[in-house]
């Protein structure tokens, strides 16, 4: 099937199969790997995409479902050579350590902060029950977004 | 995922035409669970309607009733300005299933209509008497869960909306899987005009019930105490690998208390 997605600004036109993952097509289909697998649950939030806005799991949507959407991706939130203040955070902070989740932990915050300028230390944690680590045990990606929110406008 | 076929008609009507060209469609609304089944090959379908386009998501409320349409995100009833006044409880528990993410998806309707033994809406609409609107019928929650991922509905019929009683108070609590978010055991407390309902999900054999324990215990006497002398038997609750029936037994005497501690 046909598809129109605009994706980080850019609006793509594909055909498709019906069952192709939101996922799959940004990874394969678009070649942008920045977006993660991590899962087969559901519950890990590697695959943290912006959906219309939203913070959404694109391994759990199909393609087709974001006819007509815009996405932004991991690769389409810094300002040219200048990182979103959310990646420089997690930059200064070390926030991260392999990596794999961060994409996800990234893509997710800013929504949370976005909805929540002035999150507290125990709204940021409840608010990544979605987003799973298996590396930093979390702290510093909790120092990271406290410091982004402040940078953000909170 | 198996191969299979797309589409969003732009009405219910249009929607039950659709469904009706095969027998191996199935109906897609926020795919929060559809979705991770189709892909782990536990289900399968040639054809997905999605019920997007059909005008399903208003939330509208009169001093007796809160109406909420099959496709009103979890995210949307959290945050909705009727729920939240005249219900609070609801907006709470829309607000804790899954996380931020899986809200931004997964529906009220979806959610009823998979009847999953630990999801977190069945025990609202059960505590609150609430009826399930669909395109052929009026079914009262009672009638609507019929067993572990088992409803009342007929193949291809589609939930519109529900509506929900307003109570003089309500609370709900669940104590909450660490990996998945899901009711290890969820209590839904309700005082109503005509009583104290509680219903309890995640813990039974055959999904959400009504504890009549608690119920009496709370109807002659509407405080925390009554609830300790109440004994809750572990047969018929289940008993998996993350709780056994005796441990969720307890959890229900203790999520029914910290549920009545925010109502009195
Ligand atoms: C990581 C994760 C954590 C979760 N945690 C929780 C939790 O804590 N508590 C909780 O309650 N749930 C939880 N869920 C489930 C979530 O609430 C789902 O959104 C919900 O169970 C299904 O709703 P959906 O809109 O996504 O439906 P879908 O997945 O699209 O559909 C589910 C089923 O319902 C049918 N259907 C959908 N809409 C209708 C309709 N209007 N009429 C008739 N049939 C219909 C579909 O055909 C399908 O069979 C979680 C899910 C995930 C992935
Ligand atoms: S890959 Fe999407 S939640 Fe794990
Ligand atoms: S940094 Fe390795 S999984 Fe989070």
């Given at each position: 099937m046909e598809i129109s997605i605009t994706i980080n600004g850019k609006e793509v036109k594909a055909n498709i199969k019906a069952n192709t993952l939101l996922s799959t097509f940004i990874r394969e289909n678009l070649n942008l790997t920045g977006t993660h697998v991590g899962c087969d649950t559901s519950q890990c939030g590697a695959?943290?995409?912006?959906?219309?806005?939203?913070?959404?799991?694109?391994?759990?949507?199909?393609?087709?479902?974001?006819?007509?959407?815009?996405?932004?991706?991991?690769?389409?939130?810094a300002n040219?050579?200048?990182?979103?203040?959310?990646?420089?955070?997690?930059?200064?902070?070390?926030?991260?350590?392999?990596?794999?989740?961060t994409p996800g932990m990234v893509m997710s915050s800013i929504k949370l902060v976005e909805n929540n300028p002035n999150i507290s230390e125990e709204e940021i944690r409840k608010g990544l029950e979605g987003n799973i680590c298996r590396c930093t045990g979390y702290h510093n990606i909790v120092k990271s977004i406290k410091q982004a929110a402040t940078e953000m406008g909170g | 995922m198996y191969e299979l076929e797309y589409s969003m008609p732009s009405s219910v009507n249009d929607a039950v035409a659709e469904i009706k060209k095969s027998s191996e469609a199935k109906y897609l609304a926020g795919g929060m669970t559809l979705i991770p089944t189709l892909k782990a090959r536990l289900s399968s379908a040639d054809m997905l309607v999605d019920l997007k386009g059909a005008n399903l998501s208003n939330v509208s409320v009169s001093s007796s009733e809160i109406v909420i349409g099959s496709m009103t995100r979890h995210c949307d009833v959290a945050s909705s300005s009727e729920v939240l006044s005249s219900?609070?409880?609801?907006?709470?528990?829309?607000?804790?299933?899954?996380?931020?993410?899986?809200?931004?998806?997964?529906?009220?309707?979806?959610?009823?209509?998979n009847n999953d033994p630990a999801a977190c809406y069945p025990s609202a609409v059960l505590a609150l008497d609430a009826t399930i609107i669909t395109n052929e019928r009026a079914i009262t929650a009672e009638d609507f869960f019929v067993g572990m991922f088992e409803t009342a509905l007929n193949e291809n019929e589609i939930i519109t909306e529900v509506k929900f009683p307003i109570p003089e108070k309500a609370s709900y609590i669940k104590f909450p899987n660490p990996a998945?978010?899901?009711?290890?055991?969820?209590?839904?407390?309700?005082?109503?005009?005509?009583?104290?309902?509680?219903?309890?999900?995640?813990?039974?054999?055959?999904?959400?019930?009504?504890?009549?324990?608690?119920?009496?215990?709370?109807?002659?006497?509407?405080?925390?105490?009554?609830?300790?002398?109440?004994?809750?038997?572990?047969?018929?609750?289940?008993?998996?690998?993350?709780?056994?029936?005796?441990?969720?037994?307890?959890?229900?005497?203790?999520?029914?208390?910290?549920?009545?501690?925010?109502?009195?």
């Open positions: 695959c943290a995409i912006h959906l219309n806005g939203d913070a959404v799991k694109s391994c759990a949507i199909l393609a087709a479902q974001a006819d007509g959407a815009e996405i932004t991706t991991i690769e389409g939130i040219g050579d200048e990182l979103h203040p959310m990646q420089q955070a997690f930059h200064e902070n070390h926030g991260l350590q392999c990596g794999y989740c | 219900l609070p409880a609801l907006a709470k528990l829309a607000g804790g299933i899954g996380d931020h993410m899986v809200r931004n998806c997964g529906t009220i309707g979806g959610s009823l209509a998945s978010r899901y009711a290890m055991v969820g209590v839904f407390i309700a005082k109503k005009a005509n009583g104290v309902a509680v219903a309890v999900t995640g813990a039974g054999e055959n999904g959400v019930f009504r504890c009549s324990e608690i119920e009496n215990a709370l109807n002659s006497s509407f405080n925390v105490g009554s609830i300790d002398n109440v004994e809750i038997s572990p047969d018929g609750l289940n008993n998996a690998i993350h709780a056994s029936g005796s441990y969720r037994a307890n959890l229900i005497k203790e999520m029914a208390k910290r549920a009545l501690n925010e109502m009195i």
